[in-house]
């Protein structure tokens, strides 16, 4: 049986381990939005130092809209439901935006994923 009392200590243990590893969380969250970015989006967008001559040169590199867009987090948040992306980007778990036939050959992120993405994005402001 727990005592409030050890209770409150033990949610002041994890307290403090949580705000320990805060920046720990941060770079692991970056990371893995750089791992996404790169293996999912750079088809289409040029995403930093990956791939300067990659990308399809009328899609707007990922420095450009975090540089040149005040709004560009919202737009992140939301990218998958903003045109193209339905089309292309599927979260899994959820039913695919469009079920057009002319759908390009999909990429499937996780919901989780978009945090990351938005996280590693910003490392690119300048
Ligand atoms: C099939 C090509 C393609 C893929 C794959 C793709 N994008 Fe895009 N994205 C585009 C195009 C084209 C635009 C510009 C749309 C416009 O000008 O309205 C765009 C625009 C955006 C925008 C700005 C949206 C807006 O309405 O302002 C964000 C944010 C974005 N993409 C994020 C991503 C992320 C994150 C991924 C990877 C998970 C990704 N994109 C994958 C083609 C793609």
Do not use: Y
């Amino acid at each position: 049986m727990f005592h409030s009392k050890s209770i409150w200590s033990l949610s002041l243990t994890l307290g403090i381990v949580l705000s320990a590893n805060a920046p720990l969380f941060a770079q692991t969250l970056i990371e893995q939005g750089r791992e996404v970015s790169q293996k999912q989006c750079s088809r289409c967008h040029v995403i930093g130092d990956f791939n300067p001559t990659g990308g399809i040169s009328s899609t707007p590199s990922f420095q450009m809209m975090v540089n040149a867009l005040p709004d560009w987090e919202e737009r992140f948040s939301n990218f998958f439901a903003r045109r193209p992306h339905p089309a292309a980007v599927e979260i899994r778990g959820t039913p695919p935006l469009t079920q057009s036939m002319a759908a390009m050959v999909r990429v499937v992120i996780d919901i989780e994923d978009v945090d990351a993405i938005t996280a590693f994005a910003r490392t690119l402001k300048k």
